[in-house]
């Protein structure tokens, strides 16, 4: 089996990559998977202290989901794809060690939701973010959620209807983006802080995060249900379909 998210270990400090640098990183079941059993692996591991998630390249931490993989869904299968999305996010928020998010490049569509819902973030001025999905015909359901959570409704607003992607500044000056460093430094930065938190107490550090995932969950999980509502919807009328192909010609006639 091929492997979409790498494993290294470096002392107490597991970084995870996720790998498929060919196409930005991007999303399909099997990556999610891999990250999802990672993940679990990881936190029930008394050695592992802190996680490092990050993608493969200098281009991208991940760009969002493989259109490939969406454009022929239909009602059935697109509820199924909410529910796997469901049970990574679960295991994200509830994951008992910390995790931070390196975000060598671009950061998409689900790829930011996944940023967003680690507990710190590292980038650097490329480090462009956004939720973009309008522009391929997918609708937002869990995206607005978490956004409206730390930049409240107006700039959310904004952001989702135009599927403007921010830059690394941006992102930094309003919150999303905890620590902007140069390029060649957002890994070290990321394994810095991930080394500082993985010398806190461990049982204070549960808890904590425990409690975070408690303020917190009602929404997670209203976003999820809506998103199985609009994607239904949105899916059986095809519309999907028919932008995803567009979106996807227009790139490959750019990159001929």
Excluded at 99 to 110: D, E, W
Excluded at 128 to 153: D, F, V
Excluded at 155 to 175: C, D, K, N, P, W
Excluded at 177 to 204: G, R
Aim: aromatic share 4%; charged share 25%; hydrophobic share 45%.
């Amino acid at each position: 089996m091929d492997d979409f998210v790498l494993l290294e270990r470096r002392g107490t400090i597991a970084v995870l990559t996720l790998n498929r640098p060919q196409i930005l990183n991007a999303w399909h079941r099997p990556m999610r998977e891999q990250l999802h059993a990672h993940l679990d692996a990881l936190d029930g591991e008394e050695s592992c202290r802190a996680i490092v998630l990050t993608g493969a390249g200098d281009r991208a931490f991940g760009a969002g989901q493989d259109l490939n993989e969406t454009k022929t869904f239909d009602e059935d299968r697109a509820e199924e794809w909410i529910e796997e999305w469901r049970r990574l996010y679960l295991r994200i928020r509830t994951l008992t060690k910390p995790l931070v998010c390196a975000l060598n490049g671009l950061a998409a569509g689900s790829a930011f939701q996944v940023a967003l819902l680690c507990d710190i973030r590292v980038g650097h001025e490329g480090s462009k973010m956004g939720q973009p999905e309008i522009n391929s015909g997918i609708a937002s359901s869990l995206g607005p959620w978490i956004m409206r959570e730390m930049l409240g409704l107006s700039r959310t607003t904004e952001l989702v209807l135009t599927g403007r992607m921010m830059s690394g500044a941006e992102a930094h000056q309003i919150g999303l983006i905890h620590h902007l460093v140069p390029a060649s430094e957002v890994l070290p930065k990321a394994l810095e802080i991930a080394a500082e938190l993985a010398l806190k107490a461990p049982l204070a550090m549960r808890l904590n995060k425990a409690r975070l995932h408690e303020m917190t969950v009602d929404g997670l999980l209203d976003g999820l249900n809506a998103g199985i509502a609009m994607q239904r919807q949105s899916y059986g009328s095809g519309e999907p379909a028919v932008m995803m192909e567009n979106f996807l010609n227009r790139n490959n006639k750019a990159s001929a």
